[in-house]
């Protein structure tokens, strides 16, 4: 029982380092247009996603929810501390190396393809939850399109409504907009991504005996938020710059509207509860608002870049996962 407790111990103190590293990795792209255009500067932008961040994980629960019992089920898994032990440091392994290179990777597919990876090395295929575990890579693939597609419309929109007013009064509208949709942002931004931690260790609890439902226990809302929220006051200043400015030259109005395009799609998801990437989604919006304004302004050699990441983070983290298990299994 010592032992039990330890390791559950164990796998808290990652997913909080795991949601910690997901504030000041996954944040900083919920910020960058409004620091891109200078609608908010540096420090402001950061302390007000950290606090927006922590009202929205502690808001909401359905996608802690489905990462609980919809990747593997919690109640007949396997080693099931050695597998989520193992699947959060081959997250955070992840994150930190894209996030050392500048590279907005998504910590929601390194979370969720590490997860698959060590209950595949623990238990075979048979461990996966297929019906649930489908429906989540299918809201991974299926929102970055829909943001290209959202951010292209409302970008084209405004740029009828404002294409014969003054491009300084415009620009000074919108910066002053951006300061809403940067919140707005945040916001949603917690309302899914600090979720996977709750859902991860909630998943733990279970698999140890400590919880027999998937209700997420207050303790562990509070304790991700805080996490998330410390994370991101830390920022995240290489992803600003890659999501903020290599992607295509932003203005307030491409930001504002970015913003806008990310936070509905980021929030219906969550409404559905279903976990999606806030960094593919933001991307994503970017590249689309671009493409309305001018599709040979959008940096594509950044965009095949980070598709490439996109693409190959679920596979790596799986194997990364699967190895990291193999290793603990021998010790634990």
Not at 234 to 254: A, E, Y
Not at 282 to 293: D, E, L, N, P
Request: hydrophobic residues 55%; proline residues 3%.
């Amino acid at each position: 029982m010592d032992n039990l407790f330890l390791i559950t111990s164990l796998i808290v103190i990652f997913a909080l380092v795991f949601d910690f590293i997901n504030g000041f990795h996954d944040t900083a792209n919920a910020i960058a247009t409004s620091v891109s255009t200078k609608a908010l500067p540096p420090r402001v932008a950061i302390y007000l996603a950290a606090a927006m961040n922590f009202i929205g994980a502690i808001t909401f629960t359905g996608v802690a929810q489905t990462i609980t019992k919809d990747i593997v089920d919690p109640f007949k898994l396997q080693n099931g501390s050695v597998v989520i032990l193992a699947a959060l440091i081959a997250a955070i392994f992840w994150n930190l190396l894209t996030w050392y290179f500048g590279i907005p990777s998504s910590s929601s597919h390194a979370i969720i393809g590490s997860i698959a990876g060590a209950a595949i090395a623990a238990s075979g295929f048979h461990a996966l939850n297929y019906k649930g575990f489908i429906k989540i890579i299918e809201a991974l693939l299926t929102s970055p399109v829909i943001a290209i597609i959202v951010g292209f419309i409302i970008m084209t929109i405004l740029k009828t409504i404002f294409q014969r007013s003054s491009l300084t009064k415009t620009n000074k509208g919108f910066r002053i907009l951006q300061i809403f949709t940067a919140a707005l942002q945040s916001f949603t931004h917690g309302t899914n991504d600090a979720q996977k931690a709750m859902g991860i260790i909630t998943m733990a609890l279970i698999a140890n005996g400590y919880q027999t439902s998937t209700d997420i226990p207050m303790w562990v809302r509070v304790g991700s938020a805080i996490a998330m929220a410390i994370g991101t006051s830390v920022g995240g200043w290489k992803i600003i710059k890659t999501v903020g400015g290599k992607i295509m030259k932003i203005r307030p109005i491409n930001g504002a509207a970015a913003d806008l395009s990310s936070s509905a799609i980021i929030f219906t998801f969550t409404a559905l509860k279903l976990p999606v990437s806030s960094t593919h989604v933001i991307s994503s919006s970017i590249m689309g608002v671009g493409a309305a304004q001018r599709v040979k302004d959008v940096n594509w050699g950044t965009a095949k870049r980070m598709l490439i990441t996109w693409v190959i983070t679920i596979p790596i983290s799986a194997a990364v996962s699967a190895i990291i298990f193999k290793i603990l299994n021998l010790f634990l």
